[in-house]
């Protein structure tokens, strides 16, 4: 059973910076896509990015050009670097694996999720 593991939330003022960070174990992510969902109080998860095997990433349009999604095969790992946080972006973040189809991320593999507090 795959195992991802999440790190690097935490309580931020708005317009500062956080870098995720995502292990995964009893698997290898060099051949599968990896992703970000979050989900607010009240609110239903929602993608924030996700990045193919080949690179190919896609990001939801509330973050693109805030927020970077990045894989280090070698180390298992995936990261989502957040600037310029706002409020809004206050959430539970999931880190994922799962194929890629077309345009389409799937992941069926889920962390237990990272707290990210951002306030004003």
């Known amino acids: 059973q795959v195992q991802l593991v999440e790190s690097g939330g935490g309580l931020v003022q708005e317009g500062g910076s956080l870098r995720l960070s995502c292990t995964a174990s009893?698997?290898?992510?060099?051949?599968?896509?990896l992703g970000w969902h979050r989900q607010a109080p009240g609110k239903q998860r929602e993608l924030v990015a996700a990045i193919s095997s080949s690179g190919y990433t896609k990001y939801a349009d509330s973050v693109k050009g805030r927020f970077t999604i990045s894989r280090d095969n070698a180390k298992n790992t995936v990261y989502l670097q957040m600037n310029s946080l706002k409020p809004q972006d206050t959430a539970v973040y999931y880190c994922?694996?799962?194929?890629?189809?077309?345009?389409?991320?799937?992941?069926?593999?889920w962390g237990q999720g990272t707290q990210v507090t951002v306030f004003s």
């Open positions: 994922n694996t799962g194929p890629y189809r077309g345009t389409d991320y799937y992941p069926n593999f």
């Open positions: 009893r698997t290898t992510i060099s051949s599968t896509a």
